[in-house]
């Protein structure tokens, strides 16, 4: 699927030296970047779940060597 995107000049500028620089096109400079863009979001969606739930539990952040302790002990016993 072929699809156009604007991007101000300088960034444009930036991206096509980028391209050059590693031997790439700009569409793959801008692909990768878009991808790690994309996977990040998710992280940091999947992390404030999470921050959230342990809040609504009552889990601290020094709660968790406690409880990754507990559940590794509890693992080697089954």
Not at 1 to 20: C, F, G, I, K, Y
């Amino acid at each position: 699927m072929q699809n156009n995107v604007a991007l101000p000049d300088d960034l444009l500028a930036a991206v096509t030296e980028a391209a050059r620089n590693e031997g790439k096109t700009p569409d793959e400079v801008i692909e990768a970047a878009t991808r790690r863009y994309l996977a990040k979001a998710r992280l940091d969606r999947f992390a404030r779940r999470n921050e959230d739930r342990a809040r609504s539990l009552g889990i601290s952040e020094s709660d968790v060597p406690r409880i990754v302790k507990d559940w590794r002990t509890e693992q080697r016993g089954r």
